[in-house]
């Protein structure tokens, strides 16, 4: 399908952008609430006064040029970013109103509740089964029963349970991309997050199975609240709720999906959107 | 206008080949080099040992007598001193790996230990000799005993063990890691569950091909005093032994006295070089059929 005829039926359907916008907003919990955030790595400023509001069981995608600070900002959200070690922040972000950049939120329970799928398929080098049952082991899991049944779930939960059902013990590394990928978010199911961050999540997929990862996300908002960072904005347009224009570290524009990619308010937008520059 | 002129070129074109198949055979050369003086070698060896390896030579105690003479005792010696070596280079080695790689903070203490540590992959042995001597034989009193020579060449491959390690370590992708701590492991278990099982192989090779200089050397052992006879066998580790490099260094120096002393020498080298090759041939095993692809 292309930009155009997305953008057709979203006018079609939806004619008034504060409509939606109301309407998508009363149903829905706030799940992070950004405020003034700001991040430097060493001397380079990367995020400057975010200020984001991302809702429960949506899809909220984030778009922008490369280095514009969106994958930083998702990485934000479950402080994997402090894994390079001369990064900084200040301003606030809560996740269901506890503040989580504070150093007496144990990361490991943020990242319990915040799943994170990569841009590069990361399977661990282990069998299908090990792959999925990894996180319920690390938090303690032992039961082989309840592991068994956690592996089926999640597997069946990123619709790839057919296709390895068979195969539990074989290494993973002996899958396809897509498959990896979609193992990769049963993986993340297994820890059973409330949010699952995604980081470009198909960059690296053919079409054919950035398909079913884009179904595969349709289906998954039903139980999860997803975030998503895309270079490819068909993907963001096709899928998401909300989208976010990030440029140069900032929040150019941030509203339902519908109006960013046919009414935007910000020329830069408009000028992104349309494949005048990034 | 052409700036390449076709008549040049082609004229140039037979001094181009020939400095290309010149440079071939130089570096062919080279290589030849170390093959032949290493053909040299075993073949003097297995000339000078032909006749002399048998099953009283191989099982036999030691003794002035050179037809009676056996290597058992050396060789049970440098088993022994490798049951300690082994144990201690990989715990210690593994762990320093461990900590410089995964925990230290980067900066000028880290980076101070670092060089330190390969500056000492490259100390002589013969200054672990002294050091050895000077701590576990003398200060600690345990005299010149297999856990005397064993710590002391613990010491002198530990470097090369650490560095191996963090190789290892540094060769395990960021991703993997990653995806461990995106599902709220802390970092041990990542360490425990991804990054050593990823890394192990690597380890264990670099520590066995450290084991295997580990066996042939002899200068920190002359050191710490390990004696020219001894006839019982050892039973243990704190037991006074021999070992094969050193058999063959005495050997060696008292052919002058009886002649076939060398002959004794040369088998004992080939038992070594038998016994070097096992080790490596495990390593290069470990290292095809564990090591991991991503």
């Given at each position: 399908m292309s930009l155009l005829t997305v953008k057709e039926n979203i006018t079609m359907v939806n004619n008034s952008k504060t409509d939606i916008a109301s309407a998508v907003?009363?149903?829905?919990?706030?799940?992070?609430?950004?405020?003034?955030?700001?991040?430097?790595?060493?001397?380079?400023?990367?995020?400057?006064?975010?200020?984001?509001?991302?809702?429960?069981?949506?899809?909220?995608?984030?778009?922008?040029?490369?280095?514009?600070?969106?994958?930083?900002?998702?990485?934000?959200?479950?402080?994997?970013?402090?894994?390079?070690?001369?990064?900084?922040?200040?301003?606030?972000?809560?996740?269901?109103?506890?503040?989580?950049?504070?150093?007496?939120?144990?990361?490991?329970?943020?990242?319990?509740?915040?799943?994170?799928?990569?841009?590069?398929?990361?399977?661990?080098?282990?069998?299908?089964?090990?792959?999925?049952?990894?996180?319920?082991?690390?938090?303690?899991?032992?039961?082989?029963?309840?592991?068994?049944?956690?592996?089926?779930?999640?597997?069946?939960?990123?619709?790839?349970?057919?296709?390895?059902?068979?195969?539990?013990?074989?290494?993973?590394?002996?899958?396809?991309?897509?498959?990896?990928?979609?193992?990769?978010?049963?993986?993340?199911?297994?820890?059973?997050?409330?949010?699952?961050?995604?980081?470009?999540?198909?960059?690296?997929?053919?079409?054919?199975?950035?398909?079913?990862?884009?179904?595969?996300?349709?289906?998954?908002?039903?139980?999860?609240?997803?975030?998503?960072?895309?270079?490819?904005?068909?993907?963001?347009?096709?899928?998401?709720?909300?989208?976010?224009?990030?440029?140069?570290?900032?929040?150019?524009?941030?509203?339902?999906?519908?109006?960013?990619?046919?009414?935007?308010?910000?020329?830069?937008?408009?000028?992104?959107?349309?494949?005048?520059?990034? | 206008m052409k700036y390449l002129n076709v008549e040049q070129v082609t004229k140039r074109m037979n001094g181009r080949i020939a400095k290309n198949n010149i440079s071939k055979a130089l570096f062919f050369l080279a290589t030849l080099f170390g093959l032949i003086v290493l053909a040299i070698l075993i073949y003097r060896v297995v000339v000078d040992s032909i006749g002399w390896i048998d099953w009283n030579f191989l099982t036999g105690?030691?003794?002035?007598?050179?037809?009676?003479?056996?290597?058992?005792?050396?060789?049970?010696?440098?088993?022994?001193?490798?049951?300690?070596?082994?144990?201690?280079?990989?715990?210690?080695?593994?762990?320093?790996?461990?900590?410089?790689?995964?925990?230290?903070?980067?900066?000028?203490?880290?980076?101070?230990?670092?060089?330190?540590?390969?500056?000492?992959?490259?100390?002589?042995?013969?200054?672990?000799?002294?050091?050895?001597?000077?701590?576990?034989?003398r200060a600690m009193e345990m005299g010149n005993i297999i856990l005397a020579g064993g710590l002391t060449l613990s010491l002198l491959i530990l470097p090369i063990v650490i560095v191996a390690a963090q190789e290892a370590i540094r060769a395990v992708p960021g991703f993997l890691s990653e995806a461990s701590y995106g599902m709220g492991a802390t970092k041990w278990q990542t360490i425990k569950n991804v990054i050593l099982p990823a890394a192990l192989p690597g380890m264990l090779t670099g520590a066995i091909l450290a084991l295997s200089r580990a066996i042939g050397e002899t200068a920190p052992l002359t050191v710490i005093g390990i004696p020219a006879l001894i006839i019982p066998f050892p039973e243990g580790i704190f037991d006074k032994f021999t070992a094969l490099p050193m058999q063959i260094y005495y050997w060696t120096i008292d052919s002058s006295l009886v002649a076939e002393y060398a002959n004794l020498a040369a088998g004992t080298i080939i038992v070594l070089l038998v016994l070097l090759f096992v080790l490596n041939s495990t390593a290069i095993f470990i290292r095809n059929k564990f090591q991991q692809r991503f």
């Open positions: 907003h009363a149903n829905n919990q706030v799940v992070f609430d950004t405020k003034d955030l700001n991040l430097w790595y060493g001397e380079t400023h990367a995020l400057k006064d975010i200020n984001l509001q991302i809702n429960e069981k949506e899809v909220t995608a984030i778009i922008g040029p490369s280095g514009c600070g969106k994958s930083t900002y998702l990485k934000t959200l479950n402080r994997m970013v402090e894994l390079v070690p001369t990064v900084r922040t200040t301003g606030e972000i809560t996740y269901k109103g506890q503040s989580i950049l504070d150093k007496s939120f144990k990361v490991e329970n943020l990242r319990t509740r915040v799943g994170m799928v990569f841009q590069k398929p990361n399977p661990f080098p282990k069998s299908i089964y090990d792959n999925i049952a990894y996180g319920p082991r690390i938090h303690g899991i032992r039961n082989k029963k309840i592991l068994d049944e956690i592996v089926e779930k999640s597997l069946r939960g990123a619709y790839i349970w057919d296709e390895v059902k068979d195969r539990l013990k074989e290494n993973a590394y002996g899958l396809s991309g897509g498959q990896q990928q979609r193992l990769c978010i049963a993986r993340t199911l297994a820890i059973e997050p409330d949010v699952i961050l995604m980081d470009e999540p198909t960059s690296a997929l053919d079409p054919k199975s950035t398909l079913k990862i884009e179904d595969l996300v349709q289906e998954l908002k039903k139980d999860y609240s997803i975030i998503i960072v895309t270079h490819n904005m068909q993907q963001a347009a096709r899928i998401s709720d909300r989208t976010a224009f990030f440029l140069n570290g900032e929040v150019v524009e941030f509203d339902v999906t519908d109006t960013i990619f046919t009414k935007p308010t910000d020329n830069r937008t408009e000028d992104y959107i349309s494949g005048r520059f990034g | 105690r030691q003794s002035t007598d050179a037809e009676r003479a056996g290597i058992m005792g050396a060789l049970l010696g440098t088993l022994w001193m490798m049951l300690v070596v082994a144990p201690v280079t990989l715990i210690l080695g593994i762990g320093t790996a461990i900590y410089l790689e995964l925990y230290a903070k980067k900066g000028r203490l880290q980076s101070i230990i670092q060089t330190n540590i390969s500056n000492l992959a490259g100390v002589p042995s013969i200054v672990y000799g002294i050091l050895g001597l000077t701590i576990f034989v």
